[in-house]
Each structure stands twice: as structure tokens, then as C-alpha cells.
């Protein structure tokens, strides 16, 4: 037993690796843990054995649980994450096969303004600068219901969606934007590039970090993309991650998270030369990276680019011990969420979630966060309503539930649009409402 302010505390034995079937010793040893290891690294094979993060066990973030299921069994994988001493990839091992994961996405890209904004921005501006016409041809790598495509097509700019999820891709070719339903990687793009296909343009946002066989990836861009041809990426920048202490972005969907650092390593040993790079806001702070041929003189090395290397390399992204005190944080923030939410509770106040992102899922799970806290949560996708979130089973519903219950409390789990959300809830006000939002940490609006 212990006394932490005023609060008796039972300690019970660790029986953790009996339960889980993972030592639970060394992931608190955490950046120089020498016990079990989390395989071989996913681009350089060496042996990974630093944690990044360990936040236990949890069910895939993406799977929605139908209302006839909610006493079924759920399948808990381990979300921990580790650090390759090497290449400084960090990484999650594939504990489901991706065909498991994205065949029936549950995540729409077109349920978000500021995001389709976004993209038809990128749009406007990539066909200036690489002028396209009618004889290009754009590809998106996880194309997924041509939230984005949709844009080249007035412009009579050729487009080819891959995406393997058959539902949101329905949903694309129904846009007008032709879409193959497979995975993406070496096999595939030989097959097409045999089939006379190459890329002026290859785009992969947010799909990256969901490969599994990156290797396979990123050698498929360099088959697929013409001589000339420019290949654009975005993903969640691992710098905003760690400064920002957005571990709720971590899920087993995501298997890679990159740095400038470790994209640029792991795109030279396929042939690839960053060139460029756009910092942007979309996912709490991504980078697009520009890449090219390696062969590929006509495109030189931006002001921009020189630059983030040298952050990178001056906030020790290239050094193993940067990476062993991320855990501490995230222990820290679900202190405080809980701390927050037992106050409000004891208060007697109604609380609520506003989203049902992939990140709230992480972050309810890791909290132990279920309706003992939150009655309910809502979205505007339909796909998610009358549905209940994995693991937590807070359920979902439509917007329109919060003017109907008038809560206390709304806590937003898609943290990163807060402003558009507390803008389209400025209604609630009118009781006297407040926002709460978890990251970086726990603040009210
Ligand atoms: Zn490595």
C-alpha cells in the first residue's frame, strides 16, 4: 500500500505476462530494455530492442463494433512500439495483417472540410508546378474515396486511384475516378508499368505509415514513376509526435511513424532523392515530402529541406537516447485526463465525446476511459453511428444527440480539428457548455 495525496493505493502483484502473454518488465526498462525484442526491423532487418512507447493492450482502432456484437469477444493486440537503434524508424510490428485491417475501412476521407480544402489546394498547386495536361497521368497510392482524385478530374488531368478497401472505393468510381481495389507494392506496379502505366505523379498521404512491407512500397514508386516524374508523400511527422505528445496517434494501423531522417534513408535505398518539403497542420504537423529519381539532376535540394535535416539532427532524432523519454509523457497526460474527468464526475456533470477518430480510440483504451466517464460520443460519418467505439463501447451517435442532451462536457478526440469543431458547436454555449481537448495536454476551451 502506498499514500498518494490522501489516497490509499492497493498494489497488487504483477501478473501482467501471464494475462498478455508479454513481459511487462521489460517495457518499463524501456529505451535500454534488453529482454524480449519486437522482431527485425521493417527497412533494415536489424534486431529491434528499444520501446518507444508501450500502451498496452488494445483492439483495432478502426473497428467499430455493430450493436449485435457488443457481447461478442474482442480480439486486444499489444500497442508497443519501438525504436530501430540503426535507421531510427520507429516502429510497430504488424500483429494483424493488413488484409484484416483494410479491406472494410471504416475511415471516409470526405467527412472533413478543412481536410477537403486541403487537398484541393495540394491540387491546384501540384498541377501548376508539375504541369500536367491531358496527357499525364496522376496516381494516388490508398486513393480512398477519391477525396482527392476528384479534384484533377475538371481539369481533364488522367487519374488512377489504388485503394483496397472495396467500399470507400465503390464510393470513388462512383466520383468518376477510376480506382483499382488492390494493395499497393513492387508486384503490383511491374504489372502495370508491363501494361504501358507510368506516373508523371505518384501520391501516397497518410498511407506510408500503414504499409507493412515498406520495402515493397516505396520500390513500387520508383518502378511506377517515369524518368521525370515526381512522387509526393505526406505523413505525420515523428517531431510533432514527440514534442507534441500525440501518442494517441499510434495504432495498429499504423506501423510506421517517420521522421525526415529515416524517410530520406529508407527512399535513398531505393533510388529515390527527397528534393523538397512542405511542412503542413493536417494530422497535428505531417511533412510532404517531393521525390525524384536519384538519376534525376533537374530538380535541386531546397532551402526547405537543408533546413528540417538540421532540426532533425539538432533535437537528436539521430540519436538512440532522444527516443526513451516519450513513455513518461503519455503516462503523464492519462494522469491528468483522468484526474480531469473523475472531478467532473464527482461534480455530478454530464460528459460527452465529440468524434470517433482512430486516435480516440488509442487514447480511450490507454485511459481506461468507458462510460463510467462518457456517456456517448458522436459523429458525423453514418457509417460509425448506431455503432459503439472498440474496446471503450462508448456509442455513437449523430451530432444532433448533444443539443438534445445538453451536456456538461464535450471532450473532442480529433484534437487536431478543434477549431472547426468548437466553431460548429458554438450552440452549445447557450447552456453553458465546455471543451475539453486531451493533447498535448489536457486544456479547457
Ligand atoms: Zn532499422
Not at 487519374?159 to 483496397?164: C, Q, Y
Request: glycine content about 8%; proline content about 5%; hydrophobic content about 40%.
Amino acid at each position: 500500500m502506498t499514500n498518494k495525496g490522501g489516497i490509499v493505493v492497493s498494489v497488487p502483484p504483477r501478473t501482467d505476462t501471464a494475462r498478455t502473454g508479454f513481459d511487462a518488465t521489460s517495457a518499463e526498462a524501456g529505451a535500454s530494455s534488453g529482454g524480449s525484442t519486437g522482431g527485425p526491423c521493417r527497412f533494415c532487418g536489424a534486431e529491434l530492442r528499444h520501446t518507444f512507447v508501450d500502451l498496452g493492450m488494445s483492439p483495432l482502432c478502426e473497428s467499430y463494433v455493430e450493436a449485435g456484437r457488443v457481447n461478442a469477444m474482442e480480439a486486444f493486440y499489444p500497442l508497443r512500439v519501438y525504436v530501430c537503434h540503426e535507421c531510427f524508424l520507429v516502429q510497430l510490428q504488424e500483429y494483424v495483417t493488413a488484409e484484416d485491417i483494410f479491406t472494410e475501412y471504416a475511415y471516409f476521407s470526405s467527412y472533413s472540410d478543412s481536410w477537403l480544402a486541403h487537398c484541393r489546394d495540394y491540387v491546384e498547386r501540384i498541377s501548376e508546378r508539375l504541369q500536367l495536361s491531358s496527357d499525364s497521368l496522376a496516381v494516388e497510392l490508398a486513393s480512398n474515396d477519391g477525396y482527392l482524385l476528384q479534384w484533377f478530374v475538371p481539369k481533364g488531368i488522367p487519374v488512377l486511384g489504388i485503394e483496397p478497401a472495396l467500399n470507400v472505393a465503390k464510393v470513388a468510381e462512383d466520383k468518376g475516378v477510376p480506382t483499382l481495389t488492390e494493395f499497393f507494392g513492387a508486384e503490383l506496379a511491374s504489372k502495370l508499368v508491363g501494361e504501358g502505366t507510368m506516373a508523371d505523379l505518384i501520391i501516397g498521404n497518410n498511407v506510408l505509415a500503414q504499409v507493412p512491407d515498406l520495402n515493397s512500397f516505396v520500390a513500387g514508386i520508383t518502378t511506377l514513376l517515369r524518368p521525370e516524374g515526381v512522387v509526393t508523400i505526406e505523413f505525420p511527422h515523428l517531431q510533432q509526435l514527440v514534442e507534441q505528445n500525440q501518442f494517441d496517434t499510434i495504432y495498429h494501423e499504423h506501423f510506421s511513424y517517420f521522421s525526415l531522417l529515416s524517410a530520406e534513408r529508407i527512399f535513398a535505398a531505393h533510388g529515390l532523392r527527397i528534393f523538397d518539403v512542405d511542412e503542413l497542420w493536417t494530422h497535428g504537423g505531417s511533412l510532404r515530402i517531393y521525390a525524384c529519381h536519384a538519376a534525376n539532376a533537374r530538380l535541386g535540394e531546397s532551402a526547405a529541406l537543408a533546413a528540417l535535416r538540421q532540426r532533425e539532427l539538432e533535437a537528436g532524432y539521430a540519436d538512440i537516447a532522444t527516443y526513451s523519454v516519450f513513455e513518461e509523457r503519455a503516462r503523464e497526460t492519462k494522469r491528468k485526463l483522468l484526474e480531469y474527468l473523475i472531478d467532473a464526475k464527482r461534480a455530478g456533470k454530464t460528459v460527452v465525446g465529440y468524434g470517433a477518430p482512430g486516435k480516440g480510440n488509442t487514447l480511450l483504451n490507454y485511459c481506461g476511459i468507458r462510460t463510467d466517464f462518457i456517456d456517448f460520443t458522436v459523429d458525423r460519418n453514418p457509417y460509425k453511428q448506431g455503432r459503439y467505439l472498440p474496446g471503450t463501447h462508448i456509442p455513437i451517435h449523430a451530432p444532433e444527440k448533444i443539443a438534445e442532451v445538453e451536456p456538461d462536457v464535450i471532450l473532442i478526440l480529433p484534437w487536431n480539428f478543434k477549431d472547426e469543431i468548437i466553431e460548429q458547436l458554438a450552440y452549445t454555449r447557450s447552456w453553458g457548455a465546455e471543451f475539453v481537448v486531451p493533447i498535448p495536454e489536457v486544456t479547457i476551451y
